[in-house]
């Protein structure tokens, strides 16, 4: 069932690409994005999928906005002989890209099968090494401070774009 | 608004504030945390000010001293983390005091107090956010 709809989102990725009515592109992006949901529901990660949906739905009104405000049409792009080295670069890079993905996913489980090792790790010994019963804030604060830090930055940097944009009539 | 709605509002909100400031500091014994709570304080400031109208508070004043603290917030959990690399081993994020009794308010080492730090500069940072709509929308229908 997971092959399916992944099987389908690429064919709806690829239709994307060559579409040369740009708004039915958008919809096949949009069919790969919101097959992704599926694909996050099947896995067993609702809150990740609640998040997807959201974001896929503003950036598909965005674009749609995008595309009914300026041409649907696509762009013309011949083929120029000096881009046959950024292609070739390019082609280096995916297949390296893909040599160490391969390396990397044989040493994971097999595809939707969980592995439990870090949150057994984390569900275990949080309280004892951290001190904190709510295990939630102890891994938060501890074992991923980096990462609540980057979260708490992206709430300051939300603040200070708001009043850059916004505040400027005032203090002129 | 009403004078009901502005009493009610008046109320309210210390209770709202009070609860916010509890989810904070208990956030490694309940759950909650800095995030939650500090939504809660800032919570508590917007209802005053959407129940009593923008000219209840001094805006200007309020506003800069909001993204202040929200600033000087976000330094000192910096400087927090900054000080596990001195104290300790060489760690960044290195929860260095001790970890006391689970279960008390003053255990687990370091994280009540990233959690008040963190708490301060959600709240500081949603009434930054709301007070810069508010004094722009009075700068435009001037």
């Known amino acids: 069932m997971l092959s399916v709809i992944i099987g389908f989102m690429i064919i709806a990725a690829i239709v994307a690409i060559h579409a040369k009515d740009l708004l039915s592109a958008i919809i096949a992006q949009g069919f790969v994005g919101y097959g992704l949901v599926i694909c996050f529901l099947m896995l067993k990660a609702p809150d990740l999928a609640i998040v997807q949906i959201v974001v896929e739905t503003i950036t598909l009104i965005i674009m749609v906005a995008v595309v009914l405000d300026s041409s649907r049409k696509e762009l013309e792009v011949s083929f120029d002989r000096r881009q046959a080295g950024t292609i070739a670069a390019s082609f280096l890079f995916i297949m390296v890209l893909l040599l160490y993905f391969n390396r990397a996913i044989s040493g994971l489980n097999h595809f939707g099968g969980h592995s439990l090792r870090m949150s057994e790790a984390y569900v275990t010994g949080a309280a004892s090494q951290t001190g904190a019963l709510n295990l939630v804030t102890g891994v938060l604060w501890d074992f991923r401070g980096y990462d609540t830090l980057g979260e708490a930055t992206v709430l300051f940097t939300a603040a200070i774009g708001v009043i850059t944009i916004i505040r400027l009539v005032g203090k002129k | ?142």
């Open chain 2, 1 to 142: 608004m009403s004078v009901i709605v502005k009493k009610i509002a008046q109320l309210m909100s210390g209770l709202i504030f009070v609860y916010g400031i509890y989810i904070i500091t208990h956030g490694h014994l309940t759950p909650g945390g800095g995030f939650a709570g500090g939504a809660l304080v800032a919570g508590a400031f917007i209802l005053l000010i959407l129940a009593n109208g923008s000219e209840y508070i001094k805006l200007k004043r309020q506003e800069e001293g909001s993204s202040v603290v929200e600033s000087a917030a976000v330094l000192m959990a910096l400087v927090l983390a900054t000080a596990g690399l001195v104290a300790g081993s060489l760690v960044f994020f290195n929860n260095y005091l001790p970890e006391g009794i689970p279960g008390q308010l003053i255990s687990a080492g370091t994280i009540p107090l990233y959690n008040i730090f963190i708490g301060t500069e959600v709240a500081a940072a949603l009434i930054t956010i709301f007070l810069a709509l508010v004094i722009y929308k009075e700068e435009i229908s001037k």
